[in-house]
């Protein structure tokens, strides 16, 4: 798209367009999959193997430049701050390209004031960052049954708002620039502590003797209950292998930032 083609900045985004994404671990792989199902064109980046994304369809890129290269939007899903400063303004990040940067849709959990710094580097050559956590588990994501939590550019989070909920179905508008992450700390906060009572629940119900599979399975959905405790109780009472609902190195490093808070 040549730069008189591109819509006004307030016009909203009523087309498939090109996204580059950098970062496609187990989520974000999931959210470039739901991308590709609306059809939008995705060129992506990881340094592992990008045998997942040409398998769902995508377009493998050589780097984070040339993921950007071409595309209407950027989009970052990555584990540590180390990534994200490397993926922006590494050797071979966005700002790397020089010219017209495309808007940013910033999706990682990390510590706020590294987002802040990254969001500044942008604005710094002329792009608009925004901060989008995601709240759920790549299963839940894969269905479109996730959270994004948009902070930013009011204008600039409606005019891509169709694209954003191409990848999931709840895009909740925050407020400022990092309160996406607030509420995401929030968001983890509970999500840590109710897998907490689940496990301890579990094991009450076997020091009183119970069947903790049967208990696990009857206060399914109850007042009693939570979602973790819905999704995990079960698990947890039948000590039998299953395929993790998530990444307990993840949590925990989400939990580490909350506690720095």
């Known amino acids: ?27 974000g792989l999931v959210l470039a999959g739901n991308l590709i199902e609306r059809g939008h064109r995705v060129v992506g980046y990881r340094r592992g193997s990008l045998e997942p994304l040409s398998g ?12 950007a290269a071409g595309s ?21 990040g966005f700002l790397s390209r020089g010219g017209l940067l495309p808007v940013l849709v910033e999706m990682s959990t990390l510590d706020i004031d590294v987002k802040m710094h990254t969001a500044r580097q942008y604005a710094a050559h002329g792009g608009v960052m925004l ?19 948009a902070s930013g550019e009011l204008a600039v989070v409606e005019r891509w708002r169709s694209v954003l909920e191409d990848m999931l179905d709840s895009v909740v508008y925050c407020g400022d620039f990092g309160n996406g992450l607030r509420v995401k700390y929030v968001a983890n906060f509970l999500v840590g502590v109710h897998i907490q009572a689940a496990a301890e ?6 020091i009183l003797g119970l069947d903790s599979l049967f208990v696990a399975k009857t206060l399914r959905g109850s007042a009693a209950s939570s979602a973790q405790f819905d999704a995990r109780g079960p698990i947890m009472a039948a000590r039998e292998p299953t395929k993790p609902l998530g990444t307990p190195r993840i949590l925990l490093k989400d939990l580490e930032i909350i506690d720095r808070v």
Do not use: H, W, Y
């Open 1 to 27: 798209m040549s730069v008189s083609d591109r819509p006004a900045p307030t016009e909203p985004i009523a087309r498939s367009v090109q996204v580059g994404f950098v970062g496609l671990g187990s989520l």
């Open 56 to 67: 769902i369809g995508g377009t493998p890129a050589a780097s984070p430049a040339a993921a």
């Open 72 to 92: 209407d939007v950027l989009m970052t899903c990555l584990p540590t701050p180390e990534a994200l400063t490397e993926v922006v303004a590494g050797p071979n």
């Open 131 to 149: 901060d989008c956590p995601i709240s759920g588990i790549p299963t839940a994501v894969a269905a479109r049954k996730g959270l994004m939590l």
């Open 201 to 206: 629940a579990v094991a009450l119900a076997e």
